[in-house]
């Protein structure tokens, strides 16, 4: 528990900054018209792809005997990999509510 705490007070700055992003980032999602919810969705499927190679690569970094790094690179593929097609099935049927009906 020290460890965290002296952490913590090394790096306030870097905390003050995540705090500050998560209620920018609140304000900024509230305020997103329902309009452009389909192409923010798209860019967000773009950044988790990104993840998903960021966790490969670090997956194929990682020591044999590091099975905490490969477990938790698997996971980040695997719940990546979810995001991004969960992520694709919202935009799809988003943008089937704007096609015409015949």
């Known amino acids: 528990m020290n ?3 002296d952490f913590l007070q090394l ?3 870097m905390v ?6 998560i209620f920018l980032g609140i304000e ?3 305020r997103v ?8 969705m798209s860019g967000a ?3 988790h ?3 998903i190679i960021g966790a490969i690569i670090v997956m194929g970094k990682a020591e044999a005997d ?5 477990i938790l690179g698997f996971l980040a593929v695997i719940l990546g990999t979810l995001n991004v097609v969960g992520g694709f099935v919202v935009t799809d049927r988003m943008l089937e509510m704007f096609k015409k009906k015949k």
């Open 3 to 5: 460890a965290v705490l």
């Open 11 to 13: 790096h306030i700055e």
């Open 16 to 21: 003050y900054i995540v705090i500050l992003s």
């Open 28 to 30: 900024v999602i509230s």
């Open 33 to 40: 018209p329902s309009v452009l919810h389909t192409p923010l």
């Open 45 to 47: 499927n773009a950044i």
């Open 49 to 51: 792809g990104v993840v």
């Open 66 to 70: 590091n099975y905490l790094a490969l």
